[in-house]
């Protein structure tokens, strides 16, 4: 069972999901303060009863991994044993969660009266939270939720509390501890602190580590934790970071607990809280720092309506048949297992292709809403020349038509859609277009993105204000805001697009050429996608089956055919990676022409920003989106993969060293011909 929910159907149509039923319905129905004082007795792993912080902080310090790790480094410094003994209690002290019933209430009862406020519905698939119940009581377990808001961790909680389920312990960022009150009411929800980053500092390590395998290995809370390791400002699931991970398969991999279950949830938004804010950090507004003050400054969003929340807990997968026939657990029994080692090849092999394929079980459970499919169709015809006299945008009845032909190919794709079937397709719409009103504008029968010319300019000011620049920055908040919700769906399509663009950028029909192509544009994008490593060949078979399977492809043994009815569908899906496609492009552009030879690392994101500016009021770039900094980001982490661009180390701030023939190189296999200096082409 457990190796089914990570291993996803030949055919995704054949997935059964469960059924949802809201949890804000009672709430609306009964009382908040009873609610958050009634009897809360969870069960617990192993029936263990519940483990106090200060027990949980002596067991951590008196372990000998952490005793030898004090020893080693007392002597590599020189410093006395008790001088380091005593910096990691102060380490632990500043880390360690302490959860109190009484604080856990206080949050009950003040998110039941927010999210009354913020959300139509909180949607939970209760066999999921029956399967995680029985999990908690058999194995340790650790919860990995997607991360797309602040709110992810106290919903997570507070649906726990609700369900009589054991809370959980949560990694969260330093960045939260320095809210005065709001930190601490975090510790004593659950939440313990951690740096963002630890440089080779040893001790901090081994305390961090420790800490997190005690609460595991004793069963006392579910450990939770992000696998993407930080928010993802564009909708998408981000690279898992896999030092958390490590940690929480150690204890199974050297044979201290039988197994571990490790369980994904998928949350999913109608409409982001943060929305407006990550799209300013993309075009290079900094994030506000996490305060108290910013949080009551916050509080207008309490009067504004976010539409629903599905939160889908996935099938608890078993560590243990994950690493059936893929590690060779007799290695750990060669050292004392308190001494730490570095994770060898096969272990860390092992550690990233589960850590794919747990975002890989959270994306197919995520819940796609009909916005989804309506800013894809809005964003694409933005993007679209319009025949001159024609006015701008889409007529709704189009966009209705369209959003149910990409509906049933959502569907066909095997998509979470989340689609009421009882209601007319046209009030669908209607009502997606509504909550959304802050992104679009329907005027005279028609549809387009909020984005009039003159850009935010309030009614009475001068037009003259606003520079061409601010103007476009000010669209481009809208348009990424947009691209962040066509997104959500991007996992649906991915391998399909991937394989559409293939067989535009091929220069024959041949299956070798176009799995060529396929190949180039995966590795290309594969820290831009969740892409399993090694699963090239899967993956081109799963889109030839996908386009097959809806009639837009033909298949024989040496060709690929796109057929007459899956014309539409081909150009649909290129022109969802089109925008990436000219990001990329864009920026081996600006490294040919642009880049000095102390560009460092730092200066690549506001240079390449300003290029991308120029060209963009010069109208020589079709898409808005290639202004994403994490587009910018992606694209260098992917050159600097392939080798195009190097990093030189022992340079101050880490300079990027451009091989200018191998970026041209790439740059025209994207298929790209960007305008150089000499002749301004066509728009892309």
Known sequence: MATEAIYP????????????????????????????????????????????ASMLKSMV???????????????????????????????????????????????????????????????????????????????????????????????????????????????????????????????????????????????????????????????????????????????????????????????????????????????????????????????GVPKPK??????????KVLSEDYGSIHVYFGHPVSVRSLAQGRVNRCQFNLVPRHIPRRPSEDIQSFVNDSAYRLVRAQEENMVLKPWVLLASLLLRNHH??????????????????????????????GAFLHWPDHVPPSEVVSSSLSLHRGLVRVCEGRVQLAVEQGGQVKPGEPQSTVTPEEELLSQ???????????????????????????????????????????????????????????????????ACYLLVKTGALQVTQQELLVTERGQSTVAFLTSMLDPFLQGYQVVCRFLCEEATENLTEKQFIPAVRKFIIKHLLAGRLRYTEVLSSDLQKNSLAALLRLGAVQKIKAAEQGTLKVNKVMVNSLEDTLGGRLPTQKAVGARL
């Open 61 to 283: 310090l008196q372990s000998d991994q952490l005793h030898y790790v004090i020893d080693q480094v007392s002597r590599e410094t020189g410093r006395a044993a008790d001088d380091v003994q005593e910096e990691a209690s102060a380490i632990l002290e500043e880390m360690a969660h302490c959860l109190q019933l009484s604080t856990v209430r206080f949050f009950a009862y003040t998110l039941s009266k927010v999210f009354k406020n913020l959300f139509r519905s909180i949607c939970v698939n209760e066999e999921g939270i029956q399967r995680l119940q029985q999990a908690i009581q058999e194995h340790p377990v650790v919860l990995l939720p997607s991360h797309r808001s602040y709110m992810d961790f106290l919903l997570m909680s507070y649906i726990l509390y609700t369900y009589d389920l054991a809370l959980p312990v949560i990694a969260a960022g330093m960045d939260f501890m320095g809210m005065k009150f709001v930190g601490e009411m975090l510790r004593m929800s659950g939440a313990f602190f951690i740096r963002r980053s630890f440089g080779g500092d040893k001790l901090y390590w081994s305390v961090f580590s420790e800490y997190v395998k005690t609460m595991l290995k004793n069963g006392f809370a579910p450990v939770e934790f992000f696998l993407e390791g930080t928010r993802s400002r564009t909708s998408k699931s981000l690279t898992p970071k896999l030092g958390l991970l490590n940690i929480v398969m150690d204890p199974y991999l050297k044979g201290e607990v039988y197994d571990i279950n490790v369980v994904p949830v998928s949350i999913s938004y109608e409409r982001i809280l943060e929305e407006a804010l990550y799209a300013r950090e993309m075009l």
């Open 476 to 542: 481009a908040v809208i348009v990424l805001s947009c691209a962040s919700y066509r997104n959500q769906g991007l996992h649906v399509f991915l391998r399909p697009a991937l394989l559409a663009s293939a067989i535009n950028a091929a220069s024959s029909n041949q299956k070798q050429e176009v799995f060529n192509s396929f190949s180039f544009l995966r590795n290309m994008f594969s820290n831009e996608f969740i892409l399993c490593p090694g699963a090239t060949v899967q993956d081109f078979e799963e």
């Open 290 to 299: 996490e305060s108290t003050s910013g949080l009551f400054k916050a509080r």
């Open 384 to 413: 679209q020349d319009q025949p001159a006299g024609q006015k701008q945008g889409m007529v709704l009845e189009e966009l209705t038509a369209q959003a149910v032909w990409l509906r049933n190919m959502f569907r066909e794709y």
């Open 9 to 52: 159907h030949r055919d995704p149509m054949l997935k059964k999901r469960d059924d949802f039923e809201d949890m804000l319905e009672e709430r609306r129905n009964s009382s908040d303060l009873r609610y958050a004082l009634r009897c809360y007795t969870p069960v617990l792993y192993k029936g263990l009863a519940p483990c106090k």
